[in-house]
């Protein structure tokens, strides 16, 4: 059974950085594995999105700031946001399904992913 790690939250200033890191304790060939956030009494929504054939995606309300990529040697998929805004404090979860295309599926519906991670928490203060 397959397991994911976040790591890289924290709390930033407005027009911050911050990387998220999510390593899965399993390899697999083909996975698609998207960034979801949950702000407080809000829904889950997707963020970004990449898959084994190096596409990716982006909500609007990051794109252009944040930056999906995936170490494969480290079984690690990480999320850059720079230019942090504070509509984006939320927890933020990594999520991943078997692949080998994001595409195949709707890309950032939480009930098409498999395995969740235990999600990091990010703050961004103005």
């Known amino acids: 059974q397959g397991r994911l790690v976040e790591s890289g939250g924290g709390a930033v200033l407005a027009g911050g950085s911050l990387r998220l890191s999510c390593t899965a304790s399993v390899h697999r060939d083909s996975t698609c594995v998207a960034w979801f956030r949950q702000a407080a009494g809000k829904n889950r929504e997707g963020v970004a999105a990449t898959d084994s054939g190096g596409l990716t995606y982006y909500a609007e309300s990051v794109r252009g700031r944040f930056t999906i990529a995936q170490e494969n040697a480290k079984m690690t998929t990480y999320l850059q946001m720079d230019n942090l805004k504070p509509e984006d404090t939320a927890m933020y979860y990594c999520?991943?399904?078997?692949?080998?295309?994001?595409?195949?599926?709707?890309?950032?519906?939480?009930?098409?992913?498999?395995?969740w991670g235990q999600g990091t928490e990010v703050t961004v203060s103005s």
């Open positions: 999520a991943a399904r078997a692949g080998p295309y994001c595409k195949s599926r709707p890309i950032f519906s939480p009930y098409d992913y498999t395995y």
